[in-house]
Nanobody, 120 residues
Framework: QVQLVESGGGLVQPGGSLRLSCAAS????????VGWYRQAPGKQRELVAV???????NYADSAKGRFTISRDNAKNTVYLQMNSLKAEDTAVYYC??????????????WGKGTLVTVSS
């Protein structure tokens, strides 16, 4: 059974940094595209950053220049480095991945999220 587990969230002051991790476990062939999403209280879930299997990355406008998504395929882990954090970055951050579970089968998986709170 495949699981995605996020970690690295917490309380940070404005201007600070955090690095989130998304680790995949279980039995699978490979991890394809992975995205970090976030959901603030009272708001819809939104895409923050996405990285393909070839390590090509794209970012939401709100994340450009401040966040960096990366992956370590040997560790089955994707990271989100977040710098210059602002109060409006406060949200639960979720990892989503398309994972190859069969010869020609890619399934979507969500993690349970990690809370990031930016406050002084």
């Amino acid at each position: 059974q495949v699981q995605l587990v996020e970690s690295g969230g917490g309380l940070v002051q404005p201007g600070g940094s955090l690095r989130l991790s998304c680790a995949a476990s279980g039995t699978f062939f490979s991890i394809n595209t992975v995205g970090w999403y976030r959901q603030a209280p009272g708001k819809q879930r939104e895409l923050v950053a996405v990285i393909t299997s070839g390590a090509s990355a794209n970012y939401a406008d709100s994340a450009k220049g401040r966040f960096t998504i990366s992956r370590d395929n040997a560790k089955n882990t994707v990271y989100l480095q977040m710098n210059s954090l602002k109060a409006e970055d406060t949200a639960v951050y979720y990892c989503h991945a398309y994972i190859q579970t069969g010869q020609a089968t890619f399934m979507p998986f969500w993690g349970k999220g990690t809370l990031v709170t930016v406050s002084s």
